[in-house]
């Protein structure tokens, strides 16, 4: 599976737009980015996942681009509850997750 | 809809000993998955079952761990004998679907064991 590189940590005010950020320069054809968050003391949540295009659900936007080297993760009005750490992960479709250190996202009032 | 359920939350034994955990997916669930979270790092997986069958146990430390799913249902990890470096958060996570494609997959809350 393709290596991804996030930033260590990341700080938003709340009601503005987080914009995560995360590498893949080495993904094929055909694996996915997939998107989960760890809240502290829980397990991680799936958010969303995209192949090429941009896709978009309740929870948050996620931009790849064309050359699919690198995609963003946006969290349109972040709230305090949307402080957690933030993993992007690269890997074809039914396989293994493949977590790095992720991005630690803190929202201040 | 009921979530991924672990017992217990919070276990702490000397090394040497041995420790199990028990994992209830969401129902209907095929995957069953264990994943070791060790603090300030990424889960890792250690097992991965479909149905009863094991289809990924490469990086489970097999002279220690083990990992049984009897009736597709509910599944429990071993280690024994613990050592230090097993200190962490056990992680259970199910999903729908088969092998050849991807389902999001849904976290219980963790076991988190402390060796000491």
């Known amino acids: 599976d393709a290596k991804t590189t996030q930033p260590t940590s990341m700080d938003c005010a709340e009601g503005r737009a987080a914009n995560l950020p995360c590498n893949h320069s080495?993904?094929?054809?055909?694996?996915?980015v997939y998107w989960y968050r760890q809240i502290h003391s829980q397990g991680p949540q799936y958010i969303i996942h995209?192949?090429?295009n941009n896709e978009t659900n309740e929870m948050a936007s996620l931009i790849i681009t064309e050359d699919r080297k690198s995609s963003t993760l946006i969290l349109p009005h972040a709230t305090l509850r949307d402080t957690a750490v933030y993993y992007c992960?690269?890997?074809?479709?039914?396989?293994?997750?493949?977590f790095g250190e992720g991005t630690q996202l803190t929202v201040n009032p | 809809e009921a979530g991924v359920a672990q017992s217990p939350r919070y276990k702490i034994i000397e090394k040497r000993q041995s420790v199990a955990f028990w994992c209830n997916p969401i129902?209907?669930?095929?995957?069953l998955y264990w994943y070791q979270q060790i603090l300030g790092q990424g889960p890792k997986l250690l097992i991965q079952?479909?149905?009863?069958?094991?289809?990924?146990d490469s990086q489970l430390p097999k002279d220690r761990f083990s990992a049984e799913r009897l009736k597709g249902v509910d599944s429990t990890l071993k280690i024994q004998p613990a050592k230090l470096e097993d200190s962490a958060v056990y992680l259970c996570?199910?999903?729908?679907?088969?092998?050849?494609?991807?389902?999001?997959?849904?976290f219980g809350p963790g076991t988190r064991l402390t060796v000491l």
């Open positions: 996570a199910s999903s729908l679907g088969t092998w050849s494609s991807y389902n999001e997959q849904f």
């Open positions: 080495t993904i094929s054809g055909n694996e996915y």
């Open positions: 995209g192949l090429k």
């Open positions: 992960i690269v890997g074809t479709s039914g396989s293994r997750l493949t």
């Open positions: 129902s209907g669930h095929a995957t």
């Open positions: 079952f479909q149905n009863n069958g094991v289809v990924d």
